[in-house]
């Protein structure tokens, strides 16, 4: 009861708006409560059976203390300086608890339970292991001070050593009631509910605006970089619900805006993302490094028509068990059942037999496109390939298979309709990663001091391709190593008090020009939406500057952009008002900063005059179809320069140089 009345009370929070911060204590408070509860029955179930008293009095005080590790965890995080040094009380009491909940463990009656001797030591050896862990794990970390990731480490090994305590408990108690087991397993199911909220409540960004060193700015988008004298000094935002513009000042300014990938229109990428926070940037005098640099991921489900808005990755470990074939002959429409087996063409296991179906993304990715051009593509539009899970199915067997990619399968299904257990699921290429972004130095700083940019949005670690999981390495490496390392130095710097004000002529100037960026777009008073401009955009951009590029498409792409962007300046359908949630407004903006974009990227694509990892020039390949690089001329970043609006962009050329790895050409063959 105490638990469902916790997460009733949490519900009603969130739901006037408070944030998962204000919930925390309530939470903690409900979860120590519910555990005391749990205390008095076991001591009192003590008393009950004086024989068996010692194992459950030792539980009963292990759940106080686990109650007690509850409340020390919401008070630390609430008023963080109440209990001295961050997370040591509840650490301290955590360990305790544990430790004691082992001991009880092994004290209690488990024969009773059906528990053999045997039984009962795995479990307490399984609860003993984790409780040294948890105790070295403690010691070791303790000159770190217990920051958040480690408190959520603590939180897990903990939960698991809850987990199969209350498991223990429970199979007692049902052992001598069996009308219980409503009791029991809710007890043990909210009981876990609650240690996973808890577990996301420590997360490192909450536990920070837990302790009031980041403020947040939920539904804000950045629109604008405050630059004084060439440094920049802050940003202006808009508010997305209320449609204020504000100015935020600051010493360093931080962009961790991610990909924009999204300027295909159908991408695998979640539907908010955009470039504008970099454009921003760009315009405002940081370098745009190699903007043609995007990634195709091979395995998507493919476009059915021109209803949708975005396209799902289908995992690419599907391409461990599954193969990728079409048919041998153009134009066979024959359902893929029907297709026999040496009418297929396994295309990649032919052409690349070392790495077969797990040939990199850019080459999987063109391979699938050129079977497709053959007219060799399958499904309605003819654009997809088979994947084919049907020959691992008989090697390791159906659950097998279920085991492992299940929940892609199902999601598989649902989209499509077709059931990929029974006939082979259909895929194809999409937009899915942006390997070009905002040029920075090894501090990450971008060509205008203070303006620090990170993760998918900058450019820096892969070159003109990118190996699976490691944007989420770049991510973690420029946030958790790089940025700490590189903003202090940076700050360190800066003359005490010499933070602009928020009446300054430059932050006046930022905002204004916000302003009559939005009201140029109301003023259109056009019939198209942003959606219809955004989708021929992504036509353009996928046709002419997509998966293969040449020289006569991107002159092409270079002539429709503008033309498409004038279209865009006249015909604009803009309803509602800025002073209110107006998506499309939010979207018309995004629209604009992507016309421009994909301006640069044709033309960065067709000053670069060879193919290199997911830019394939159609013009530079071996006769065997691969990419064929020009070191001569192109071992070096393209670092576009804004010269203002109209005119063309300055390409400047920093030099690649490698010392250790050396220049070589892979081949997959
Ligand atoms: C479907 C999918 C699967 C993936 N799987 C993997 C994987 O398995 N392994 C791997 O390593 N990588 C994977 N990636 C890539 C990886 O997830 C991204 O590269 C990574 O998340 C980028 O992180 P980021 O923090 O730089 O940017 P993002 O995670 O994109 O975050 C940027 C944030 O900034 C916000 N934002 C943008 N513009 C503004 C603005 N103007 N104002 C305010 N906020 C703004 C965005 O809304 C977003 O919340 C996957 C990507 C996708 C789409």
Known sequence: MLVVCGLTLCLGLALRGHSLRDCHLPLTAFCGLANLAAAVAILARARECPRESRGWRLLGLALILIAAA???????????????????????????????????????????????????NVLGSIL????????????????????????????????????????????????????????????VLLNSLLGAIYIALLQAL??????????????????????????AKGIVTRDMVTGEFEAHVADAVVLATGGYGNVFYLATYAKGCNTTAIWRAYQKGAAFANPCYTQIH??????????????????????NDGRIWVPKKAGDKRPADQIPEDERDYYLERKYPSYGNLAPRDIASRAAKQVCDDGRGVGETGLGVYLDLSEATRRIGLHKIEEKYGNLLEMYDRITGEDPYKTPMRIYPASHYTMGGLWVDYNLMTTVPGLFCMGEANFSDHGANRLGASALMQGLSDGYFVLPATIA????????????????????????????????????KGKQTPTEFHRKLGKIMWEFCGMARNESGLKEALKQIPELREQFHH?????????????????AGRVADFLDLGELMCLDALERRESCGGHFREEWQTEEGEAKRDDDHFCHVAAWEYMGAGQTPKRNVEELSFDNVHLATRSYK
């Not at 008002?577 to 979207?587: A, F, H, I, P, Y």
């Open 298 to 319: 091979p395995t998507c489900i493919p476009v059915t028509g021109d209803h949708q808005s975005k396209l799902t990755l289908m995992s690419e470990s599907l391409r």
């Open 128 to 187: 003993f292991v984790g409780s040294i862990l948890l105790i070295l794990w403690t010691v070791t970390n303790w000159e770190e001070g217990f920051g958040s990731h480690n408190v959520v480490n603590l939180a897990l090994v903990a939960a698991c050593v809850r987990l199969a305590l209350l498991g223990g408990v429970a199979l007692l108690l049902l052992e001598q009631d069996p009308r219980r087991i409503h009791g029991v397993l809710g007890f």
């Open 489 to 524: 130095p940076y700050l360190a710097g800066i003359k005490p008090g010499a933070r602009i004000k928020l009446d300054a002529p430059e932050v006046k100037a930022a905002e204004q020009a916000t302003v009559t960026r939005q009201n140029k777009l109301f003023a259109i």
């Open 70 to 120: 509850n409340l020390a965890a919401g008070l630390d995080y609430r008023f963080p300086h109440l209990l001295g040094s961050h997370n040591v009380g509840p650490v301290i009491l955590g360990v305790l608890s544990q430790s004691l909940a082992v001991a009880a463990l092994v004290c209690l009656p488990w024969q009773s339970a059906g528990l053999d001797r045997r039984g009962r």
């Open 206 to 231: 909450e536990r920070q605006v837990g302790l009031k060193a980041i403020q947040m700015y939920t539904r804000h988008e950045m629109q604008e970089v405050i630059v004084v004298d060439g440094v």
């Open 571 to 587: 015909d604009l359908a803009l309803p509602g008002s800025g002073s209110e949630v107006n998506q499309t407004l939010e979207l």
